[in-house]
């Protein structure tokens, strides 16, 4: 039910802003996170933000260079890229859970089906 958009081709150094948005009812309930899976790696964990956002978190690779927001009347969370680097280049997933923010991918149960960003050098 989770769907990603605003993946691309970026040179190093730009911006480019993801969303993911959904349908559900339940989205204003849902702690949301942003995980990326780069070719032959694990998925990791980016960024999560808590339904009041009121608790933020970030991997230390991104600190500073990106941002999670979310629009609760919109039922959409965001990702906004600056600065990006060749290394940031993954397929990104937006997911949803309760609770409290988590770094574990197993720990979400709703996924959305990727965007590809690719950031060339």
């Known amino acids: 039910q989770l769907q990603a958009s605003g993946g691309g081709l970026v040179q190093a150094g730009g911006s480019l802003r993801l969303s993911c948005g959904t349908a559900?009812?339940?989205?204003?309930?849902?702690?949301m996170a942003w995980f990326r899976q780069a070719p032959g790696q694990e998925r990791e964990f980016v960024a999560g933000?808590?339904?009041?956002?009121?608790?933020?978190d970030y991997t230390d690779s991104v600190k500073g260079r990106f941002t999670i927001s979310r629009d609760n009347a919109k039922n959409t969370v965001y990702l906004q890229m600056n600065s990006l680097k060749p290394e940031d280049t993954a397929v990104y997933y937006c997911?949803?859970?309760?609770?409290?923010?988590?770094?574990?991918?197993?720990?979400?149960?709703?996924w959305g089906q990727g965007t590809l960003v690719t950031v060339s050098s």
């Open positions: 933000i808590t339904p009041s956002a009121s608790s933020i």
């Open positions: 997911a949803g859970r309760l609770f409290r923010v988590s770094q574990l991918e197993g720990a979400y149960a709703h």
């Open positions: 559900g009812r339940t989205f204003n309930s849902l702690v």
